[in-house]
């Protein structure tokens, strides 16, 4: 938002369910990316309507064109009521061209419609194309733009190309306007982007007549790219022929749009596209092979595995592997026992991915071999899904010895996985295994990932590590501090002496979010994804411990806190001159939903309110 949207828009602003978030995983500072919407009060909105008689063309403009783009509901029905008042034909090209911004659906074609023969050329261009985009439109309307004249006159090019575009873009929709002896009569038209734009729109009309598959036809031979290209995006490709010809066109857009566009035909010719030069259309051939209704079969599936090991695009790779779960998912056939077979193919990223796959199928059946694999393994990233897929798929306590054996493997990414999948599968050797990886001397991430299995697996004996981590903050990075924060608020202590830790870990706790405990020229707070996951392990405490009077008294002080409404956090701590606690709608949010699960109330979002509004205005007079 630039300074003049702030003058008259305010943010709405969605929060996650915080509790839900922590009791399955850290909260991390991600989740602090919320969903938002601008708004506009409706006496803000009588105020702008105010300024827009007001403003000079230019100011008005600039106006119209933020809170386009600040995706305001709002603004539609202004722009929509401004249209008409605007005596510029060049604001009202501007205006139609910010419509076209807003949601559609909400667009009465009527609004538009006489924009259509606008005497202003940009205009009327803006209005064809945001006529052809409204979803309840009657595509009739714009017929005299298809034409070379319109009343006697020549149609200008750049008019009738915005009409035929409209026409080709929605397709089936636009097609039901026109029969095939019209479009048949642009054949030959003087423009060779009308004749593209035609055939297009042609080749959604069904049925389709032998005078359109000529047409067809005789645009995949042209000499002309963009004739080529028309033929390419045919969604319903009858010929093999010519198809064939399109997937080995010189041009790489038209081989690509040949794919792009397939419905679900020709399942051979795709896959042999998969093998294409080009990244672009290798790409094109993987996605567009989901459409296919009988993908589920050997060759198919064989090709799309050799496509997981493209050497040049990870992109290609990653679809590809989406490509197989969704045929696995959803369509019956091998592709389940080839993946599996290819769990032991030589070509390590075939291995990775069928991994991958197999893990997002949840499919356990392929454990044993999973499990088999791993002592032959050496690439890394494999090790690593491996154990992701023994953590997501084996039973409680199965694979000590196994998980033992990384734990000393010079990967970082593969000992934290091995933190996480002991903690998850609560192995007997887990507690051992925790303690050694939180002191990992080489990687903070193994050590994050220890304190999280902690969580995982949640003994009361782990809170003197966990201690040690919170009060070491000179020499332990934030997301350490941030899940042995969580895993705090997991613990259950097994006798007194664990029970007594427990409080003293709370009483950390309580520091850590109102304290400056970062070290520094000048000390700081916590960051808020370490303060959020401490808060809520303390409201846990209170709740799980409710003989423990300390608890509830330690957590309604960090509330008490952040519950400050953020408008006035800036007076925290103002005679003391210290840092205040970093207090704001994030925080006042968490507080809210704390107490509300405290409660037992349903959790709810509470919305920045909007500041006050103030307009000054000078009339400008032409």
Known sequence: MTPLSTIYCSLAVFFPLWMQIWQSEPISSADFDRGSHYQIEPETLDKVREGLRLCAPDLRCRLLLELSEAQIPATQSLLLDWLQQEPLPELQATILSYLGKTDLAGIEPARIQPYLASKHLQTQENAIALYGQIPQADFSALLPYLQAELDGSVLPLKIRRAAWRCFAAKGALAAKTLTNAALLAFKDDPSIEVQALALQTAAYIEPRSRQISNWLDQAAKSDKALLRLAAAKDPRPESAERLQMLLEDREVTVRAAACAANQGSHQELLLQSLKDPNAAVRLAAVIALRRQSSLNNETAILALLDSCRDPYSELIRDESETSLFL?????????????????????????????????????????????????????????????????????????????????????????????????????????????????????????????????????GSFAASILKCLKNT??????????????????????????????????????????????????????????????????????????????????EKVLAVYGVPWEEAANIGGASQSMPPPVDASTNSLVNQARQWLQGEQASTEAIPPSSLGFIYQKYNE
């Not at 991994?355 to 949840?362: D, E, P, W």
């Open 474 to 555: 000179s020499k332990t990075s934030s997301k350490e501090r941030r899940n042995a924060a969580w895993a705090c608020g997991k613990l259950m202590p097994e006798n007194s002496a664990q029970e007594k830790k427990l409080v003293e870990l709370a009483q950390r706790l309580l520091l850590q979010c109102t304290v400056p405990v970062i070290p520094g020229m000048e000390p700081m707070f916590e960051e808020i994804d370490v303060i959020a996951n401490a808060m809520y392990s303390l409201v846990q405490l209170q709740k799980r411990f409710p003989q423990y009077n300390e608890f509830g008294e330690l957590s």
């Open 327 to 459: 045929c696995a998912q959803n369509q019956a056939g091998p592709a389940k026992e080839l993946l599996k077979e290819a769990l032991i193919h030589e070509d390590s990223l075939i291995r990775l991915h069928a991994t991958r796959i197999l893990v997002k199928l949840n499919e356990s059946s392929a454990m044993p071999i999973i499990a088999a694999n791993l002592a032959k393994e050496s690439n890394s990233e494999n090790l690593v899904a491996a154990v992701q897929a023994l953590t997501q798929m084996s039973q409680p306590g199965s694979h000590a010895a196994l998980l033992q054996s990384y734990v000393e493997h010079p990967s970082p990414l593969l000992r934290a996985a091995v933190a996480v999948a002991v903690g998850t599968l609560r192995t007997d050797n887990a507690e051992a295994i925790l303690e050694k990886l939180c002191l990992d001397p080489d990687s903070d991430e193994v050590r994050a990932a220890a304190f999280q299995g902690m969580g995982l697996f949640p003994k």
